[in-house]
Structure formats: structure tokens, C-alpha cells
């Protein structure tokens, strides 16, 4: 067992932290940011996901290969095809090289592009296919329900997917923060569970900041957050990882 790992195992409970760049640099540019942070020892029990845009990822995966940095990269999202003529489209077998995760699912992806459940579905196919971890958002029990009850990969393949409980409402959208009351979100977190029929990890999205992440993730039910806005500047970022 690594250190990390043993740590996290007897001392505190793990939580997976996931940055969601969104289509967003950050200021002033990724490296920098990931000086930044690299300022910091980020604590055995948190593991961390940068998801920032595709154009970045090879320049950030080569500068956390060279410093060991303890973070590992994901898309924002995925294609719900194989490799072919899809003009546009990233598929999971190429993205597989130099992603370990991908968000999928996002409420944003559903209204400014009109994704669908079902290609949802088809996504995290593709990705569990190609040995990539989904990041599954769910915006409300109906669509868990939904995926329950069509997704046999989900079902299947529950405990290699992270959920994600992100109701649409308390997205900053890059304005204020306005999260979720904690207990509704740690009831649906565990509700998350209560649908699959067993314990799966489950994070919670929208609005996290430093000031409410702590009381967040010690919700029984909640094992981190998709932080996107404050994910964005290193230092609020930071104060996540250590204020937990
Ligand atoms: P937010 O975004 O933290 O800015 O609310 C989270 C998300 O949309 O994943």
C-alpha cells in the first residue's frame, strides 16, 4: 500500500477534489497555476482532478510528470463514438493516452448543447471501454433514475464511476456562489447510493468555495466536489484543499 493510500485509509476519509476549468484559462496560465499549488503539500487524503480544456492538457501532463506532482488530468467531456468521421469530436481510445478521468454529463452540456441522457449513456460507455473513469454528473433523482433503469453500464460499472450530485440551480456560472443546503446535498449523495444499490462515490457540485467546502465534505454522504469557479484561482483552490 502507498503511503498515500495507507494514510487516507486509517486517518481520514479520502476526498477527490476535481477542478472544472470549463472553457476557461486560468489566470495568468496553467503552469503558473500549477506552480501555484505545487506551493502547497496537497494532503494525502485528497485526491486531485484537473479538467481543463483539451488544448492544455499535454502541456500540463508533461509539467506534472517532470515535478511528480500528485494530480491526474480529465476531459470536460467525450465523444460517444469510436474512433471515425466525427468531425469535432474526441474520442476515448485517443483521449486515453493522456487523460485518467472524464466529466461527462454536465448540466451545461445539456442546455448550450442539447445533450441528451442517452448520449450520456453512450459516453460512459466509451469510457469505461477505454479504462477512463467517468465523472457523472446528475443533476436530480429523475435523471439517476433514468440512468439507472436504461444505463447497464452504469449499473455494471457503478464502482468505476465517480457521481457527481450537481443540481443545475446552484452553478455560480462564474457569478456568485449559491450551494446547495448541505443536508439536501448530502440526502441526495445518498441517494446517489440507495439507487445503485450500493455504496459509490459521490461528490457534490455547484458553487463550492472556500467557505462552504469544509462543511460540504464532511457531509457523511459526500466525498468531494466539482469545483468549478473557485477552482480557476490557485488560492482559493488551495484553501479547499487544506480548509476541509
Ligand atoms: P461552480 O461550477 O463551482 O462555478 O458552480 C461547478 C460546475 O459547474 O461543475
Known amino acids: 500500500m502507498l503511503f498515500r493510500e495507507y494514510y487516507s485509509f486509517y486517518h ?8 472544472n476549468w470549463k472553457s476557461n484559462l486560468p489566470s495568468p ?9 505545487s506551493d502547497t503539500p496537497i494532503p494525502p487524503e485528497c485526491e486531485v ?16 510528470k517532470k515535478n511528480t ?6 476531459a470536460q467531456n467525450i465523444s460517444p463514438f469510436t474512433p471515425g468521421a466525427y468531425t469535432g469530436e474526441i474520442n476515448a481510445k485517443d483521449a486515453s493516452a493522456i487523460i485518467t478521468h472524464a466529466i461527462v454529463g454536465h448540466s451545461e452540456r ?20 477505454n479504462g ?55 440526502r441526495n449523495a445518498k441517494e446517489i447510493s440507495n439507487k445503485i444499490g450500493k455504496k459509490v462515490i459521490t461528490l457534490y457540485g455547484g458553487s463550492v468555495n472556500p467557505d462552504d467546502s469544509a462543511t460540504l465534505f464532511s457531509q457523511t454522504h459526500i466525498d468531494g ?11 482559493a483552490f488551495t484553501k479547499i484543499l487544506q480548509n476541509r
Open 12 to 19: 481520514m476519509k479520502k476526498l477527490y477534489i476535481v477542478a
Open 29 to 37: 496560465d496553467a503552469i503558473t497555476w500549477l506552480h501555484a499549488i
Open 49 to 64: 482532478i484537473v479538467c481543463p480544456p483539451f488544448i492544455l492538457l499535454s502541456d500540463m501532463r508533461s509539467f506534472i
Open 69 to 74: 506532482m500528485p494530480i491526474t488530468l480529465g
Open 110 to 129: 445539456r442546455k448550450y448543447f442539447g445533450e441528451t441522457d442517452e448520449e450520456v449513456i453512450r459516453k460512459v460507455e466509451r469510457l469505461v471501454e
Open 132 to 186: 477512463i473513469t467517468p465523472i457523472l454528473c446528475v443533476s436530480d433523482m429523475k435523471q439517476m433514475d433514468y440512468y439507472v433503469a436504461h444505463g447497464n453500464v452504469i449499473r455494471e460499472h457503478a464502482s468505476e464511476i465517480i457521481f457527481v450530485y450537481e443540481p443545475p440551480g446552484a452553478i455560480s456560472g462564474g457569478g456568485a456562489y449559491h450551494p446547495e443546503n448541505p443536508d439536501t446535498a448530502n
Open 225 to 235: 466536489g466539482l469545483i468549478g469557479k473557485a477552482s480557476l484561482d490557485p488560492v
